[in-house]
């Protein structure tokens, strides 16, 4: 069995199957107990050195020696074992297709499966807006870790009954983007990574806005909210990739038409 790393808790784990009486697999890992937040300086708590204290988001419990506010059923890990599938290797974008498109904005909404972080739905908008392509990847049931509805939005219903493969999913991407094709999302090398997709004409709206400091990035529910007035990931069920995509391709339309002399 092959050890991991947990990337929420940071303890060593492997995965186990265990064979049910209907012949049917199921994961066993111990339970994962750690903060599901990020940490932020919180200006409201100051030490005796007069320095602001780091807090969790999602606690509010000092970052430090404090205990994990979170427990799941399983450990996950962004380590790709299948390191001799071919639908785990990079694709170079390549010459233009009869579906190519000049300007496309793109995002991905990821899930968790054995194999890592691995893409759950993918989005690709035209320069106007519309749809091009948007489908869930399907994938079997027992190797699903988690589907961080939470943050994606995707449920065991869109992942289990969808049409299409990683492969299959990829492969129509792949028609729609070629080589040229100016490609625009937000912090979207973490979309062509889990597309596994090389390419290197993009328009980054985290670049486009820089964060004051220059080790973090304005999220997109951010600039969203500042720069177009209109409010995204706000309801309970995650985020939806058709919505942030077009608030990428938005904001550099914005971004263009406010810096090009016209």
């Given at each position: 069995?092959?050890?991991?790393?947990?990337?929420?808790?940071?303890?060593?784990?492997?995965?186990?199957?265990?064979?049910?009486?209907?012949?049917?697999?199921?994961?066993?890992?111990?339970?994962?107990?750690?903060?599901?937040?990020?940490?932020?300086?919180?200006?409201?708590?100051?030490?005796?050195?007069?320095?602001?204290?780091?807090?969790?988001?999602?606690?509010?419990?000092?970052?430090?020696?404090?205990?994990?506010?979170?427990?799941?059923?399983?450990?996950?890990?962004?380590?790709?074992?299948?390191?001799?599938?071919?639908?785990?290797?990079?694709?170079?974008?390549?010459?233009?297709?009869?579906?190519?498109?000049?300007?496309?904005?793109l995002d991905?909404?990821?899930?968790?499966?054995?194999?890592?972080?691995?893409?759950?739905?993918?989005?690709?908008?035209?320069?106007?807006?519309?749809?091009?392509?948007?489908?869930?990847?399907?994938?079997?049931?027992?190797?699903?870790?988690?589907?961080?509805?939470?943050?994606?939005?995707?449920?065991?219903?869109?992942?289990?009954?969808?049409?299409?493969?990683?492969?299959?999913?990829?492969?129509?991407?792949?028609?729609?983007?070629?080589?040229?094709?100016?490609?625009?999302?937000?912090?979207?090398?973490?979309?062509?990574?889990?597309?596994?997709?090389?390419?290197?004409?993009?328009?980054?709206?985290?670049?486009?806005y820089p964060?004051?400091?220059?080790?973090?990035?304005?999220?997109?529910?951010?600039?969203?909210?500042?720069?177009?007035?209109?409010?995204?990931?706000?309801?309970a069920n995650?985020?939806?990739?058709?919505?942030?995509?077009?608030?990428?391709?938005?904001?550099?339309?914005?971004?263009?038409?406010?810096?090009?002399?016209?």
């Amino acid at each position: 069995m092959k050890t991991c790393i947990c990337l929420r808790c940071d303890q060593h784990f492997c995965y186990r199957w265990q064979t049910k009486d209907d012949g049917t697999k199921s994961l066993i890992s111990d339970p994962c107990n750690h903060h599901h937040g990020k940490f932020r300086w919180d200006k409201t708590q100051v030490s005796e050195k007069n320095k602001k204290k780091k807090t969790w988001t999602c606690c509010g419990q000092r970052y430090y020696r404090s205990p994990p506010c979170t427990t799941v059923k399983h450990h996950v890990t962004d380590l790709n074992t299948k390191f001799d599938d071919s639908s785990q290797r990079y694709v170079a974008t390549g010459q233009t297709t009869i579906r190519t498109r000049d300007i496309v904005a793109l995002d991905c909404e990821m899930l968790f499966t054995v194999d890592g972080l691995q893409l759950g739905r993918v989005t690709v908008l035209n320069s106007r807006g519309k749809k091009l392509f948007d489908e869930c990847v399907l994938y079997p049931e027992e190797d699903i870790i988690d589907y961080c509805t939470q943050y994606s939005g995707l449920t065991d219903a869109d992942i289990l009954f969808a049409t299409y493969t990683f492969e299959e999913v990829r492969d129509y991407v792949l028609s729609i983007i070629s080589e040229d094709t100016i490609v625009v999302g937000h912090s979207v090398e973490n979309d062509l990574k889990v597309l596994k997709i090389a390419h290197s004409k993009v328009v980054d709206t985290s670049v486009l806005y820089p964060n004051d400091n220059p080790r973090h990035k304005t999220a997109l529910r951010t600039l969203t909210e500042k720069h177009l007035g209109r409010t995204i990931q706000a309801g309970a069920n995650g985020h939806d990739s058709t919505e942030d995509a077009l608030a990428a391709l938005d904001l550099a339309i914005l971004h263009i038409n406010n810096t090009l002399p016209w």
